[in-house]
């Protein structure tokens, strides 16, 4: 079912663009299940249609920016982290362009491993 489902990817890309927030969920929530229970042949492609439709940097703002206090928003923000994470996952594609976005001094003090300071 999953890669019937997986078959029509650029359709259900399109379904992210739609107004209705449940609709964005509802294509967030079958696009998890697509990458976390099927094939890594699927999955990589789901990541490639990601970069290709756009889907990551609208899920990437959606995952940094969105602020509210409403339960529907931050259950949209916390799917479009998951799916970040899972687009970005072994996807030096998508890495390099998360480096070109992002500010180099920000992306240093991430990987930077040095303790946390007390005060």
């Given at each position: 079912?999953l ?16 107004p ?88 240093a ?11």
């Amino acid at each position: 079912l999953l890669e019937m489902v997986a078959s029509n990817g650029r359709t259900l890309f399109k379904l992210f663009q739609h107004p209705s927030m449940a609709i964005v969920k509802g294509a967030g929530l079958v696009m998890k299940a697509i990458i976390e229970e099927g094939d890594k042949e699927i999955a990589t492609k789901m990541q490639e249609l990601a970069l290709s439709e756009g889907a990551l940097p609208r899920h990437l703002h959606t995952a940094m920016f969105t602020i509210s206090t409403d339960q529907r928003m931050r259950t949209n923000r916390q799917l479009s982290r998951h799916l970040v994470g899972l687009w970005t996952a072994e996807n030096t594609t998508a890495l390099n362009l998360l480096k070109r976005i992002l500010p180099s001094g920000l992306l240093a003090y991430l990987d930077n491993n040095d303790p946390v300071p007390e005060k």
